[in-house]
């Protein structure tokens, strides 16, 4: 896996990702999730909301974990993901 991180390390990094700095590159998270949403409830003739979205993501993440050479950053992006779930969740 490369660098050796420890449950810290994934959480810290996760937090860094989903701070106000990414703000700036990609707007307001919960609005983005909102978007994403709508777009996919279009879609798919479903109704999906924001939480929806980023518990999925998450899932896609620990799909990634399946197959394929073992990656950090799909744990630390899994991480960030269900935290934005909780935030999105708890607003």
């Known amino acids: 896996m490369g660098v050796v991180m420890k449950s810290y390390d994934f959480l810290n990094t ?3 990702l989903v701070s106000d700095d ?6 307001d998270k919960t ?3 909102v978007n994403i949403a709508k777009l996919w ?10 939480h929806d ?3 999925m ?3 896609l993440k620990v799909a990634r974990t399946k197959l394929g050479n073992l990656n950090q950053d799909d744990y630390v992006d899994g991480a960030g993901y269900l ?3 909780g935030e999105i969740v708890s607003e």
Do not use: P, Q
Not at 22 to 27: D, V, W
Not at 41 to 50: G, L, M
């Open 14 to 16: 996760a937090s860094i």
């Open 22 to 27: 990414r703000h700036a590159t990609h707007g």
């Open 31 to 33: 609005l983005n999730h």
């Open 41 to 50: 409830s279009a879609y798919k003739d479903v109704e999906f909301t924001a």
């Open 53 to 55: 979205v980023a518990v």
């Open 57 to 59: 993501m998450a899932l």
């Open 83 to 85: 935290a934005i779930a």
